[in-house]
């Protein structure tokens, strides 16, 4: 189902001002997971660091441990203030994740985030 192409075009901006047009915002974890950011880069990979300890807890579940992270997340007094959307994908499953605790499955396997999602996502469509 997901077995397409992935891709991540992003850029940085401060309020209305796009100050880097091609960041790279998207990393691999493991073999086959890629996980993809918008907002605060600091606090994402800090979300990246977490979701690893995650998979590490249970190898082989990326539900299990997106569901782990996105629990710790909406939870946890430290990371409760992290500003990051990501996205997280294996070659079966698409996640987003939240700090409201949201782990969205997207109906088509597609999905975006960030202030460009609404111009990117059609593309693949």
């Known amino acids: 189902r997901n ?5 991540g075009v992003a ?5 209305s001002i796009v100050v880097k047009g091609n960041a790279r915002k998207v990393r691999r974890v ?3 997971i890629l996980v993809g950011f918008a907002g605060s880069t600091a ?6 660091e977490r979701l690893e300890q995650k998979l590490d807890e249970h190898p ?3 539900t299990r441990a997106c569901v782990a992270l996105a629990k710790a997340w909406r939870t946890d007094k430290y990371l ?3 500003e990051a959307t990501l996205l997280v994908a294996d070659r ?4 987003e994740l939240t700090g409201n605790g949201d782990v969205l499955e997207p109906a088509d396997g597609q999905i975006g985030i960030g202030s460009g999602d609404a111009y990117a ?5």
Do not use: C, H, I, Y
């Not at 850029?11 to 309020?15: A, I, K, L, R, T």
């Not at 606090?43 to 990246?48: E, K, N, S, V």
């Not at 996502?121 to 469509?125: E, I, S, W």
């Open 30 to 32: 493991g073999a086959d």
């Open 60 to 62: 082989n579940q990326l």
């Open 92 to 95: 079966e499953k698409t996640f």
């Open 43 to 48: 606090d994402a990979f800090t979300l990246l």
């Open 121 to 125: 996502l059609p593309a693949p469509r």
């Open 11 to 15: 850029q940085v901006s401060m309020g």
């Open 80 to 82: 409760r203030r992290l």
């Open 3 to 7: 077995a397409g192409r992935r891709g």
